[in-house]
């Protein structure tokens, strides 16, 4: 490591230096005792030693989850009680939110401001589970003089849940509320670029009073014979909710075919930001920049294609471009940063390529590789490619990163074409002040989320997921209650 990446690199205090799984109640090795280097961002050197979790691992996690499942006091829990843990949980990770959003920045290049509003965001996911449990009702239905029909509502068993590096712990407790404000028992597996954050689950559910065994983590890979392929194919998970790569997807869809398991897929996405000539510029460039240069880009509802009305076009570039040379990069624990480091080399290099792609097959206006009094670590400058046809690759597949393609349409007709015209359909945004225009064309969009003048934020209410290679079901709100529990109907002869 040079004396630059040093000398910027901020350590948090008490890092560990090695990290296990935890089954059971215990922090423990894996079972041959097999690690991994975890790198951060910054300087790209190992600062870490994780455990890496196999088959055996796995099967040690699924049979604590599954005794504490069948045997334990949780899945019999009043809700009520339940409700209590998990608000505990929130409070706890509220009270420690500086030191998570510090681990968190670290572990994975965001910057420290927004690290901290995803740790906040994740002890709201859990208040937001804790109360829904409580208010929950389920139908009855009465046949008179027949019958009375009711649903009876049950936890399904031990949730596997597999989640991706970018925001790790705010999509883990996205997972985990619902699945354990249901009464389930789960095995976690956090992606292998990030498990830091993941790290400190442990002692937060032990301080809230989570039962032994309802809660189990196994870090390490996701390929074939490591720790996620093996949940995947456990037959005692009988749920996998995945967020990750539309690819891994895939791949997991045909593992779990044979077992015949509960699936939901959060996926990848390209999401448009479709701009009209009678928009409000001003707050359409604002929101289209932060939407794809938030959280690093690394961001699965990235607005990173942007579709602009040709006779506002030119001006629209122009003034996109401005605006993205002011976006500050920086070191991720500086509070002033807006984009940090990219989680880690092989992504980097992932993204680095598509911008040498699109040099070729577009027009270059900002960025377009590493930024001025960055030498090493995973900095990209934020990069605006303008032309983009609608079969460049920079404009069909999913870079995740602080880039955008800029492409003009002339009709709602073409936008609509060019707004649908890829595999995902995961968000989109819409930016005119025709109301009818906005919600016909919004109900128009392949997308699982449309915001109409807005920027992306949601209400925990909503269904949250994606359509065609952006997604399989929903979670968010009752959505999610639905996933995690069993709808049994009981129907009683009057
Ligand atoms: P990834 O698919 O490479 O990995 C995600 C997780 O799956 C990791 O924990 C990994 O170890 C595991 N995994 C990999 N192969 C596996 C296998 N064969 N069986 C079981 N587990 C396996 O994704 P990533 O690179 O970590 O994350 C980025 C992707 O996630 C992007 O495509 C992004 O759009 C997507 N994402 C989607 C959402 C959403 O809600 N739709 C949210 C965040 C991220």
């Given at each position: 490591m040079t004396d630059t990446a040093l000398s910027t690199r901020h350590v948090p205090a008490d890092l560990p230096t090695r990290i296990q799984h935890y089954i059971d109640g215990e922090a423990v090795d894996s079972l041959d005792g097999d690690t991994f280097d975890v790198l951060d961002p910054v300087s790209n050197q190992t600062y870490m030693q994780a455990a890496s979790g196999k088959k055996a691992d796995i099967d040690r996690a699924v049979a604590a989850a599954k005794k504490a499942f069948d045997e334990g006091?949780?899945?019999?829990?009043?809700?009520?009680?339940?409700?209590?843990?998990?608000?505990?949980?929130?409070?706890?990770?509220?009270?420690?939110?500086?030191?998570?959003?510090?681990?968190?920045?670290f572990d994975s290049g965001l910057p420290i401001t927004q690290a901290l509003g995803q740790a906040r965001r994740a002890a709201e996911n859990f208040r937001f589970f804790a109360d829904l449990i409580v208010a929950q009702s389920d139908d009855t239905f009465k046949v008179p003089g027949r019958q009375i029909n009711y649903v009876n509502r049950k936890p399904i068993g031990v949730a596997?849940?597999?989640?991706?590096?970018?925001?790790?712990?705010?999509?883990?407790?996205?997972?985990?509320?619902?699945?354990?404000?249901?009464?389930?028992?789960?095995?976690?597996?956090?992606?292998?670029?990030?498990?830091?954050?993941?790290?400190?689950?442990?002692?937060?559910?032990?301080?809230?009073?989570l039962p032994k065994g309802v809660f189990n983590l196994v870090n390490g890979f996701g390929e074939e014979g490591f720790a996620g392929d093996s949940l995947v194919k456990h037959p005692d998970v009988p749920l996998i909710s995945f967020t990750g790569?539309?690819?891994?997807?895939?791949?997991?869809?045909?593992?779990?075919?044979?077992?015949?398991?509960?699936?939901?897929?959060?996926?990848?996405?390209?999401?448009?930001?479709?701009?009209?000539?009678?928009?409000?510029?001003?707050?359409?460039?604002?929101?289209?920049?932060?939407?794809?240069?938030?959280?690093?880009?690394?961001?699965?509802?990235?607005?990173?294609r942007i579709l602009v009305h040709r006779s506002i076009y030119n001006e629209f570039v122009?003034?996109?471009?401005?605006?993205?040379?002011?976006?500050?990069?920086?070191?991720?624990?500086?509070p002033d940063t807006e984009v940090g480091a990219l989680v880690h080399p092989e992504h980097y290099d992932k993204v680095m390529s598509y911008i040498a792609i699109g040099k070729q097959e577009a027009r270059?206006?900002?960025?377009?590789?590493?930024?001025?009094?960055?030498?090493?670590?995973?900095?990209?400058?934020?990069?605006?490619?303008?032309?983009?046809?609608?079969d460049a690759r920079i404009f069909q597949e999913e870079i995740f990163?602080?880039?955008?393609?800029?492409?003009?349409?002339?009709?709602?007709?073409?936008?609509?074409?060019?707004?649908?015209?890829?595999?995902?359909?995961?968000?989109?945004?819409?930016?005119?002040?025709?109301?009818?225009?906005a919600h016909n064309f919004a109900q128009a969009i392949d997308a699982g989320m449309v915001w109409l003048n807005s920027n992306n934020v949601r209400d925990l209410r909503t269904p949250f997921g994606g359509v065609k290679a952006s997604g399989l079901g929903?979670?968010?709100?009752?959505?999610?209650?639905?996933?995690?529990?069993?709808?049994?109907?009981?129907?009683?002869?009057?």
């Open positions: 006091p949780w899945p019999r829990m009043l809700p009520r009680e339940r409700s209590r843990v998990l608000h505990r949980i929130a409070d706890i990770v509220e009270s420690r939110d500086a030191r998570l959003a510090e681990l968190e920045s596997g849940l597999i989640t991706p590096w970018n925001t790790p712990f705010m999509l883990e407790s996205w997972k985990l509320g619902p699945a354990l404000a249901t009464g389930n028992t789960v095995v976690l597996k956090p992606a292998e670029f990030t498990p830091l954050s993941a790290s400190l689950w442990p002692g937060i559910f032990e301080e809230a009073g790569e539309s690819r891994t997807g895939q791949i997991i869809f045909g593992n779990a075919a044979p077992f015949l398991k509960g699936l939901s897929m959060e996926l990848g996405g390209k999401s448009p930001a479709v701009v009209f000539a009678d928009a409000d510029l001003d707050a359409a460039i604002d929101a289209t920049i932060f939407g794809v240069f938030s959280l690093n880009g690394e961001r699965c509802t990235a607005g990173s122009e003034r996109y471009a401005a605006q993205t040379k002011r976006v500050k990069v920086g070191y991720p624990h500086d270059l206006v900002a960025g377009g590789g590493r930024p001025k009094g960055f030498p090493e670590g995973n900095f990209v400058a934020p990069t605006v490619f303008a032309d983009v046809a609608p990163g602080p880039v955008v393609a800029i492409t003009p349409f002339d009709t709602d007709e073409e936008a609509l074409e060019l707004a649908n015209g890829v595999k995902y359909g995961l968000a989109a945004y819409v930016w005119t002040n025709d109301l009818k225009r929903h979670e968010g709100g009752y959505r999610s209650i639905d996933f995690y529990t069993e709808q049994q109907a009981v129907h009683i002869t009057l």
